[in-house]
């Protein structure tokens, strides 16, 4: 039975289950172990830094929970939940019919295959990754994980490059102030006018996507964070054969990555970066959020 404060089920007294994912979703175990709340694990049979208790049984774990926290993204093919520390696929169909209508579910980044199994299960879910506040936030160690591949990944210095970022979104408005501070020459591709006003504002160049041609075979750097192929055969004939394209647009991304290589250029599709370079951090977001949707706040 759960407490209830005001007549709202209180989350402290609530038995949460971690269900898979990367180092983050093991981060988010720990934090909510550190904070005094309930919590075990399903799918973290080789986690070796989870502190948290990892249930076996797939049949037990969805019983003893009352919320339930999928990782980002929930799956990457559709059919089973994306889980790097399992020794058994967690497949999303078992998942889904073992779930009960008085579970609160939280999960993240689902694509339409995941989408489409959830309501056929009539799954009433929560996909935290659409949260606002979470998006800005997880924007910060995706930026600086991009910095660090811009540092790593090139035999030169960012100061002073010729910086290309594709998109003018979360990720890019921050991306572009990161490089600017390093002493790099900045471009920003947009399309809204507002937001051409707005890079040149801040001392940057602006391009229209219109434009993009007359400027991309001058780039040093190129950063593409908008979903959509933006970068294919003819804009990739023209770059440098020197230049570093990172592409950190989510599955399948902005970058004909196959031509890219066929021809000798360095692309890196950097994926997941907050939970490869700030796997701590990104796991305090997800807590914040789920925390924050509990309180109804």
């Not at 169909?93 to 779930?99: R, T």
């Not at 979104?169 to 990161?178: M, N, P, V």
């Amino acid at each position: 039975m759960l407490c209830k404060v005001d007549g709202v089920e209180s989350y402290q007294t609530m038995n949460f289950l971690i269900l898979g994912g990367d180092e983050r979703l093991v981060e988010l175990a720990n934090i909510f172990l550190e904070r005094g709340l309930k919590v075990f694990t399903y799918g973290m049979d080789k986690a070796a830094n989870c502190l948290a208790e990892n249930i076996v049984s797939l049949d037990e774990a969805v019983s003893k929970s009352d919320v339930i926290v999928g990782p980002i993204p929930f799956s990457k093919e559709g059919k089973t939940v994306n889980s790097n520390y399992s020794n058994e696929p967690i497949v999303m169909d078992d998942l889904f019919s073992k779930i009960t209508p008085e579970k609160k579910l939280y999960f993240g980044a689902l694509n339409k295959v995941s989408r489409d199994l959830a309501e056929k299960y009539n799954l009433n879910y929560d996909d935290y990754h659409k949260d606002e506040s979470y998006q800005i936030l997880n924007t910060i160690p995706t930026a600086e994980g991009a910095i660090a591949l811009m540092v790593s990944e090139t035999d030169r210095t960012v100061f002073a490059s010729n910086v290309l970022i594709l998109g003018y979104g979360r990720i890019g408005k921050l991306l572009s102030e990161y490089a600017k501070a390093m002493g790099a020459k900045v471009y920003v591709e947009a399309r809204k006018d507002e937001d051409l006003t707005w890079i040149k504002s801040k001392g940057m160049n602006e391009i229209h996507l219109d434009n993009l041609l007359d400027y991309i075979g001058n780039m040093d750097i190129i950063v593409n964070t908008v979903p959509a192929m933006l970068l294919d055969e003819r804009e990739l004939e023209l770059v440098k054969k020197n230049v570093l394209i990172l592409d950190l647009a989510s599955l399948p991304g902005g970058v004909n990555h196959a031509y890219a290589k066929q021809i000798g250029i360095k692309s890196i599709h950097a994926l997941g970066i907050p939970g490869k370079i700030a796997a701590r951090s990104a796991a305090e977001y997800i807590f914040d959020t789920i925390i924050k949707k509990l309180k109804g706040i």
